[in-house]
C-alpha cells in the first residue's frame, strides 16, 4: 500500500485558502469552490491547507484531494485516484497514484457519479490511516518494552549482537537459619541475606529487563509527592553503577519543579499533571494526575492581577506614545531588583508575535520593561506549528488575554517573495523557502488584486495581507485559543510598526481595536 501524504499546518479553515478563494471571483473560480465545498461537507475530520498553491483537503494530516483553476478549466484531483472506483469513467490521468477530473464552465458533469467519487477518497484515505494505526500498533507489539540501555531490546533484537544481561547466579540448597535469628529474616536463593539493590539474588538491570519495566515506588516528601522509577526505587546503593541515586540537591530541584513557580502557586496552577524529571526510564514521575474528563485540558484560572484585552491594548498604545515621542520610561538596564522578583514566576500582560528584523523590538516599540511581554519572533511574522504552540503556551499558562501580530513596513521577507514572485529573486536554500512559502499566499493575493499598482503600494499592502494571514491562521488554526477567544477574553489583533515614524497601527481585530 502506497504510504500516506501526510501535510503540516493543516487547520479546520485555512487562512491561506480562504485567500486563494477570494483572489478567484470569476465562474472557475466559482465552480473552485463549489468543488472544495463538497470536500468539506465529507466529515467533521476534514481539514485543510494550501499545498503548492492549491488548497487541499485532508484528514488526520493526510491529503486526499485538492482544487486547482486554470485558464479554461478546474481540476480536482486525487491523491490515490488509480485505486478508486469510477465507473462512469471521470478520472483522467495516467500517473501511477493521481488522478484529476476536469470540469469546464460549458460542460455538465454526472454530480452523482463525481459525488461517489469524493466520498470514496474520503473513505479511503480514513481505511488506510485505520491501516496504519494498526500497524504501528503490531509494531509497537512486536518490538516488545522498552528496555533500559545496554541491555537486550524486544523480540526483533534477539539474537542480534548486543549485550546480554548477566547470567543468574547457580543456585544453592538454602542454609538453615542460624539459632535465634527471626523467622521472617529474608534471605537470597544462594542461601546467604538478602543485599541491598538485589532481589532474590537477581541483579535489578536483569529484573528490569525480563519484566520490560524499572520498578517504581512512591515516595512521601514534605513538598509534594514523588515516584521514583528506576534500580533506586528498590534499594540500589547510589554509590553502585546504575542505581537512581538522588542527592540533597538534585532532591530539591525536583521538588520545585513539582510545586512549581511562586506565580503558579499564586495562582492555584499545578505544573502539569505528569511532569518527567530526567530521561528515559531513569525518571522521576511528578503530581501524577489523571487528565480531566474527556481527554481535554481546562485552561487554568488566570491571575487576578492580569489585564484584559483591552487594558493591556491601551497600555501597549500608550508605551508605543512614548517611544515614539523619544520619552521611554521603562527600566532597560540590568536591574538586579527587577530580576529578583522575576525568579518566582513571569506574568506577561501581552503576548507579541514578530517580526526578526533588528529594527524592531518588541520590547523598545512599546516601552516595556523586563518580564512584560512575551515575544516570539520570526522573518516574516508567519505562524508555523511553533508559533502556534508558544501562543498556546503563554495564554494557557499565564492567562494573558491579547496577542498581537506584529509586522512593520519594508519587510524584508515580504520584498523577497515579491521579487520571487515577479521574476526578479531567488531562494535557493531550503530553510528560506520555507519562509517565503508562507508568506507567498498573502503576496500573490495582492498582486492579483492590484495589477497596475506601483511596487511601493504593493508592499504596503502584502505587509497587511500578511499580518491578517497570520492573524487568521492564530484565531481558526488552534482549538485552544478558540476556547479561549470564546470563553476567557482572548483577542488576537493585528498591527503594523513604521520604521519612518516608529508608530504603531493597530488595524486587525475587535472593533474597539481601532
Not at 479553515?13 to 472544495?36: C, E, K, M, N, S
Not at 527471626?182 to 538491570?205: K, N, Q, Y
Not at 492581577?305 to 508605543?320: F, K
Request: proline share 8%; charged share 30%; hydrophobic share 35%.
Amino acid at each position: 500500500m502506497r504510504p500516506l501524504f501526510r501535510l503540516e499546518d493543516t487547520a479546520r479553515r485555512h487562512p491561506a485558502v480562504t485567500l486563494w478563494f477570494d483572489a478567484r471571483r470569476g465562474p472557475l473560480g466559482a465552480i473552485a469552490r463549489r468543488r472544495f465545498e463538497a470536500l468539506r461537507r465529507c466529515g467533521d475530520d476534514v481539514q485543510e491547507v494550501l499545498h503548492d498553491g492549491q488548497p487541499t483537503a485532508c484528514v488526520g494530516g493526510a491529503a486526499f484531494a485538492y482544487v486547482d483553476a486554470f485558464t479554461a478549466h478546474v481540476n480536482i484531483g486525487f491523491f490515490q485516484g488509480a485505486s478508486l472506483p469510477d465507473p462512469k469513467s471521470l478520472l483522467e490521468g495516467s500517473g501511477k497514484h493521481m488522478r484529476h477530473v476536469k470540469l469546464r464552465p460549458d460542460r455538465e458533469v454526472d454530480e452523482a457519479a463525481l459525488s461517489a467519487l469524493i466520498h470514496a477518497a474520503y473513505t479511503d484515505v480514513k481505511r488506510r490511516l485505520a491501516v496504519a494505526q494498526v500497524g504501528r500498533r503490531r509494531r509497537a507489539r512486536d518490538l516488545g518494552p522498552a528496555a533500559p540501555p545496554g541491555t537486550q531490546g524486544g523480540r526483533r533484537d534477539r539474537g542480534r549482537d548486543r549485550p546480554a544481561a548477566p547470567p543468574d547466579p547457580p543456585r544453592r540448597r538454602r542454609r538453615p537459619e542460624p539459632p535465634g535469628a527471626p523467622a521472617t529474616r529474608s534471605r537470597r536463593r544462594d542461601g546467604g541475606p538478602r543485599e541491598p539493590g538485589r532481589h532474590g539474588g537477581r541483579d535489578l538491570e536483569t529484573l528490569a529487563t525480563r519484566r520490560g519495566r524499572w520498578p517504581c515506588r512512591d515516595e512521601a516528601s514534605p513538598r509534594g509527592a514523588l515516584r521514583k522509577c528506576g534500580p533506586g526505587s528498590m534499594g540500589a546503593s547510589p554509590d553502585r553503577p546504575g542505581s537512581f541515586g538522588t542527592s540533597r540537591k538534585s532532591a530539591q530541584h525536583v521538588e520545585r519543579s513539582a510545586r512549581g513557580s511562586g506565580s503558579d502557586r499564586a495562582r492555584g496552577v499545578s505544573s502539569g499533571p505528569s511532569a518527567r524529571v530526567g530521561r528515559g526510564r531513569f525518571r522521576v514521575l511528578l503530581d501524577c494526575r489523571p487528565p480531566p474528563a474527556g481527554g481535554r485540558r481546562v485552561p487554568p484560572p488566570a491571575a487576578t492581577s492580569m489585564l484584559d484585552a483591552r487594558s493591556a491594548l491601551e497600555r501597549l498604545r500608550e508605551g508605543n506614545r512614548r517611544f515614539a515621542s523619544a520619552q521611554s520610561a521603562a527600566p532597560f538596564a540590568s536591574d538586579p531588583v527587577r530580576r529578583a522578583e522575576l525568579l518566582a514566576g513571569q506574568e506577561p500582560f501581552a503576548i507579541v508575535l514578530g517580526c526578526s528584523d533588528s529594527r524592531v523590538p518588541a520590547e523598545l516599540v512599546f516601552d516595556q520593561g523586563f518580564g512584560d511581554l512575551f515575544v516570539i519572533r520570526v522573518a516574516g511574522n508567519v505562524v508555523a506549528p511553533s508559533q502556534v504552540g508558544s501562543v498556546e503556551f503563554a495564554a494557557w499558562r499565564f492567562g494573558t488575554r491579547l496577542v498581537v501580530v506584529l509586522g512593520h513596513s519594508q519587510c524584508g521577507a515580504v520584498i523577497a517573495t515579491l521579487e520571487e514572485l515577479t521574476g526578479h529573486g531567488t531562494n535557493a536554500t531550503r530553510g528560506l523557502r520555507s519562509i517565503v512559502d508562507r508568506v507567498r499566499p498573502a503576496v500573490a493575493t495582492v498582486m492579483e488584486t492590484g495589477r497596475g499598482k506601483p511596487l511601493e503600494a504593493l508592499l504596503r499592502d502584502a505587509v497587511r495581507t500578511n499580518v491578517r494571514v497570520s492573524v487568521d491562521h492564530l484565531r481558526h488554526g488552534s482549538e485552544l485559543l478558540e476556547s479561549l477567544i470564546e470563553s476567557d477574553g482572548l483577542a488576537i489583533v493585528g498591527a503594523e510598526y513604521s520604521l519612518e515614524t516608529g508608530v504603531v497601527d493597530f488595524f486587525d481585530g475587535p472593533a474597539w481595536v481601532r
